[in-house]
């Protein structure tokens, strides 16, 4: 999936909750989105994943003006305030929730199998405050791939629950590996360590992909 903000904006001018962006999101890397302010992540995410609409500007997904499309093939991960798990709830019941929107059984069976998959079988009854970073992140984002429809992820501010990005980069890089357009919202700060990771910045065009030429090729061209 391919989503791309043209000049996209909430409000307008010096007060602008969310200034004119530029953005392509698509590839096999995930992807950095650097922002600043409170609102702005929260803000910025939802457009990306087609929940709010721009003032001024245009999102497009696969080059198509399709809100209604963007947001079936979307999911926030860890978006505060509209997707962020409460913090005291079990591991467990989060994991029947998520279940429960992908449509698959919510057994307790189910979450056993799902848990232990991902090495987090101890956490089951704990509350989500316990995991760490990396873990929080990577099972978010498992859960939201289950989805029917699914391909794209946002993940919104994880620098905010602490540990180096190099700890849980990992698993969003495999993420995208998968076919799963990954962007993380985030701040100026992280989206640097990010990048020098492997991440490519959202904000600046596109590498191009040279194709070298064969020898053979070189070879026919000739005169002969």
């Known amino acids: 999936m391919r989503v791309q903000l043209e000049r996209a904006a909430i409000g307008r001018g010096l007060g602008a909750a969310v200034p004119a962006l530029d953005l392509i999101v698509?590839?096999?890397?995930?992807v950095v989105v650097a922002v600043q302010t409170d609102e702005r992540p929260l803000l910025v995410s939802m457009l990306l994943a087609g929940r709010i609409?721009?003032?001024?500007?245009?999102?497009?997904?696969?080059g198509r003006d399709d809100a209604d499309?963007?947001?079936?093939?979307?999911?926030?991960?860890d978006t505060p305030i509209v997707a962020e798990p409460t913090a005291g709830i079990a591991l467990r019941t989060i994991v029947a929730e998520e279940f429960s929107?992908?449509?698959?059984?919510?057994?307790?069976?189910?979450?056993?199998?799902?848990?232990a998959?991902?090495?987090?079988?101890?956490y089951a009854s704990l509350p989500m405050r316990s995991l760490l970073p990396a873990d929080r992140i990577r099972v978010l984002c498992e859960l939201a791939v289950l989805r029917a429809g699914v391909d794209g992820i946002i993940v919104t501010s994880p620098e905010r629950h602490g540990s180096e990005p190099s700890q849980w980069f990992g698993p969003l890089a495999d993420l995208a590996e998968r076919g799963v357009?990954?962007?993380v919202v985030t701040d100026y700060a992280t989206a640097a360590i990010l990048v020098s990771l492997g991440a490519r910045d959202g904000a600046l065009p596109e590498p191009e992909v040279l194709e070298l030429s064969s020898p053979t090729d070189s070879l026919e061209s000739d005169p002969q």
């Open 53 to 62: 609409r721009c003032d001024s500007g245009r999102v497009l997904v696969d």
């Open 181 to 183: 357009t990954v962007t």
């Open 101 to 115: 929107f992908a449509g698959l059984p919510t057994s307790g069976r189910a979450v056993r199998a799902f848990l």
């Open 69 to 77: 499309e963007l947001r079936r093939r979307s999911a926030l991960v």
């Open 26 to 30: 698509d590839g096999p890397l995930p």
């Open 117 to 122: 998959d991902h090495n987090l079988a101890e």
